[in-house]
């Protein structure tokens, strides 16, 4: 059963960091290019980071040198780590697997920015 589930989100003040994890399984993890996308209230969702097999990555404008992406293919994760975290990053955050035709999501985790 292919599945993708998120943790790692919640409420955090301003200025503050998160760690967002996503555990991927009955995929062959390493060949999938990984990325997180955002999805705001009343908002399209947007594109946060990508991370390629090789290790390219690309990343929003609005996340750049704030936010980084990783992933460890031995734990089948991706990680989003959010730091100077804003106002402007409270929305879902979801996980993306996509290969070929393959296009997977995980069911999302909340992050909150309040101060």
């Known amino acids: 059963q292919v599945q993708l589930v998120e943790s790692g989100g919640g409420l955090v003040q301003p200025g503050g960091s998160l760690r967002l994890s996503c555990a991927a399984s009955?995929?062959?993890?390493?060949?999938?290019?990984m990325g997180w996308y955002r999805q705001a209230p009343g908002k399209q969702r947007e594109l946060v980071a990508v991370?390629?097999?090789?290790?390219?990555?690309n990343y929003a404008d609005s996340v750049k040198g704030r936010f980084t992406i990783s992933r460890d293919n031995a734990k089948n994760t991706v990680y989003l780590q959010m730091n100077s975290l804003k106002l402007e990053d409270t929305a879902v955050y979801y996980c993306?697997?996509?290969?070929?035709?393959?296009?997977?999501w995980g069911q999302g985790t909340q992050v909150t920015v309040s101060s």
């Open positions: 991370r390629t097999p090789g290790g390219s990555t």
């Open positions: 993306n697997a996509q290969r070929g035709s393959d296009n997977l």
């Open positions: 009955g995929i062959i993890f390493s060949i999938y290019v």
